[in-house]
């Protein structure tokens, strides 16, 4: 996908978005008066009107077309209206089309509830109102139109997440090399000329470094963002316990450094993918032991509870908080609420977690307040595949 490609993006969605869809309106009835008199009325509306004298013609009509609503008088000859509305409903393409009776029958309750049975969303009597016939059509097609409209708008949608999300994949991998090759031959350079390098150099040598390292972790978080979705998701049964543990060891060196304190209950076992969870407690974890004012020692706890058919975690810390007025921004790839220079990351962490904690069945928030520290809460699915342990935990 080109650049130029990426432009087009917006406007392929505000094109879809206020496309025109020109509804078709299908009108059946034995005599050929009544829907030329039922067609003068509606013709002032933006649709394509059909005419079908008789419950095959109108059934023939179904297959060849896509109708947004379908007027349909009870007494005809060889095929009354209720049998040709049940076997048009037989067809894929009249799924959720409104069917209006249009009839000269008795008014008893008796046919307007046949009607109803068959799941008409309608039932008038001739001679007809032109007034009230034209506006209850105009509300069906206009409800028609706003759906059609969306479904364009999602399906384009659809194409362009996909499509940029192909080209976030690509562009992240062919970065990689030079990236990495800059880092080793800086590397290189830093260890075999530091003699022959005044202050200067070795500061500039620092930037290149430091910068190197910076872009090669952006580009492994956008090629994890883009991998979500992308490819199947493995459930399993997940130890988080023993998940969480892996990475606490992880960042063994900073809690060591930091004078860090990280507590957690016991955690359940639940069925889902095991690199969900290792990602939701490397980002959680990490971005609570660095969003700290250096005032105090980070306190760090991990807790989880069950919530009917869901696990609710938490990852609670005594941090610098966050403002409310950011939740729209706090989970929105490359939005960073901090200065690089003061808090290094690249802004995807957080969207990574709710796009992969969404794909599985799940959901993630966050309570805070600056100064006062961050709680963030996700959901799991518990599944079946865990046992409940005698202390009222489940394991593997």
């Not at 020109?22 to 039922?38: F, G, S, Y």
């Not at 209720?82 to 393409?93: D, I, P, V, W, Y």
């Not at 009917?308 to 960073?336: A, H, L, P």
């Not at 996700?378 to 409940?388: D, H, I, N, V, Y």
Request: glycine share 6%; with cysteine.
């Amino acid at each position: 996908m080109t650049i130029a490609a990426l432009q087009t993006v917006p406007q392929q969605i505000e094109t879809a978005a206020i496309a025109q869809v020109r509804p078709k309106i299908l009108m059946v009835d034995d005599r050929w008066e009544n829907l030329l008199a039922t067609e003068k009325v509606l013709k002032p509306l933006k649709a394509d009107i059909f005419k079908a004298a008789s419950g095959n013609e109108a059934l023939s009509l179904v297959l060849r077309h896509r109708f947004a609503i379908v007027l349909l008088d009870v007494q005809m000859p060889e095929m009354d209206g209720f049998e040709t509305a049940t076997l048009m409903q037989e067809h894929e393409s009249m799924t959720g089309v409104p069917i209006i009776f249009v009839t000269a029958l008795s008014k008893e309750e008796k046919y307007a509830s046949r009607a109803a049975e068959i799941g008409a969303v309608d039932y008038i009597f001739k001679p007809i109102n032109p007034d009230i016939l034209k506006s209850k059509v105009k509300v069906y097609l206009d409800l028609y139109v706003q759906r059609e409209q969306i479904m364009r708008l999602n399906a384009t949608l659809s194409q362009s997440n996909e499509e940029l999300e192909r080209f976030a994949y690509i562009c992240s991998h062919d970065m990689q090399e030079p990236v990495r090759m800059m880092n080793a031959f800086a590397g290189l350079l830093a260890e075999n000329a530091e003699e022959a390098i005044d202050e200067d150099g070795r500061r500039y040598l620092s930037f290149i470094l430091d910068n190197a390292r910076r872009m090669q972790k952006m580009i492994n978080d956008i090629l994890t963002f883009s991998r979500v979705g992308r490819e199947e998701i493995l459930l399993e049964p997940v130890d988080c316990e023993a998940i969480l543990r892996e990475t606490l060891s992880e960042f063994e060196g900073v809690i060591q450094d930091s004078g860090a304190e990280v507590t957690y209950t016991p955690l359940p076992c639940v069925e889902t993918s095991s690199t969900l969870v290792r990602v939701l407690f490397q980002n959680l974890i990490g971005n609570a032991l660095k969003f700290q004012n250096g005032s105090q020692p980070p306190l760090i706890a991990v807790m989880a509870e069950k919530q009917g058919r869901y696990w609710r975690f938490s990852v609670k810390d005594n941090g610098i908080g966050i403002e409310n007025g950011f939740r729209g921004r706090i989970f929105t790839i490359f939005q960073r609420l901090h200065r690089k220079e003061d808090y290094p990351g690249t802004g995807i962490g957080l969207s990574t977690c709710r796009k992969f904690i969404r794909l599985c069945g799940g959901e993630i928030d966050f309570t805070s307040a600056p100064g006062q520290g961050s709680t963030f809460h996700f959901t799991l699915p518990s599944g079946e595949a865990a046992r409940p342990t005698r202390s009222g935990q489940q394991a593997c």
